[in-house]
């Protein structure tokens, strides 16, 4: 079963916005990542937040963890129309799987 | 390097046919998997390993094998194709043993469509 579960399922924004969506999970994780998806490729990762965290940034994005609500948060600033993706969120329960949500698709409107 | 590829691309299949999809990645990463996407899913993982001779179960491992004779190469193969199997696969690597603690590197993925 999946453990991740991204909120929204859907965002349209427009370009310049900002972009917020949640990712909960069930039980207790060593580490929760974000990867990206364009349209018919592969995933290409974004963050990585381990579990002793609470903020990462990197460039336009930054991450949130809050290990008590078992919730974590992708922020884009100042989005652009090239983040128009599926942005997918991904936890690690130390067992050397990789448990992936149904992701969020983000489009970006000029 | 060239990363994580996967061949083929694209490929149909009739029921009952079986075949092999091929991976393999030039960073002498240790650890690999195989996923499967499914529209309104995301990524499911079918097999994994941790190293050349280590195979292990994902979360949906019916229907399919895997082996790991060397460090780069990392085939999965369906046994007997059925049209549930219909889906995009996609292969990733990690440098790291543990594998899910570190950034996965995941190949362009292959179309699969099971008549």
């Known amino acids: 079963s999946q453990q991740g579960e991204e909120d929204p399922q859907a965002l349209s924004i427009q370009e310049g916005e900002n972009a917020t969506m949640n990712c909960s999970y069930k039980?207790?994780?060593?580490?929760l990542q974000w990867y990206r998806q364009n349209s018919g490729r592969g995933l290409v990762h974004l963050i990585l937040?381990?579990?002793?965290?609470r903020e990462k940034h990197s460039g336009r994005l930054r991450v949130t963890l809050d290990t008590s609500k078992k919730s974590s948060s992708l922020l884009i600033t100042a989005s652009r129309a090239a983040d128009t993706a599926s942005y997918f969120c991904?936890?690690?329960?130390?067992?050397?799987?990789?448990?992936f949500g149904a992701g969020t698709t983000v489009t970006v409107r000029a | 390097n060239a990363g994580v590829t996967q061949t083929p691309k694209f490929q149909v299949l009739k029921t009952g046919q079986s075949m092999t999809l091929q991976c393999a990645q030039d960073?002498?990463?240790?650890?690999m998997s195989w996923y499967r996407q499914d529209p309104g899913m995301g990524l499911r993982l079918i097999h994994y390993?941790?190293?050349?001779?280590?195979?292990d179960q994902g979360e949906v491992p019916n229907g399919y094998n895997v082996s790991r004779s060397t460090t780069e190469d990392f085939p999965l193969r369906l046994l007997s194709a059925a049209p549930s199997q219909t889906s995009v696969y996609f292969c990733?690597?990690?440098?790291?043993?543990?594998?899910?603690?570190?950034?996965?590197?995941f190949g362009p993925g292959t179309r699969l469509t099971v008549l």
């Open positions: 990733a690597s990690s440098y790291s043993i543990a594998g899910a603690n570190n950034e996965q590197f």
């Open positions: 039980t207790s994780i060593n580490n």
């Open positions: 937040i381990r579990s002793n965290e």
């Open positions: 991904a936890t690690d329960a130390n067992d050397y799987k990789l448990s």
């Open positions: 960073m002498n990463h240790e650890y």
């Open positions: 390993s941790v190293g050349a001779g280590i195979t």
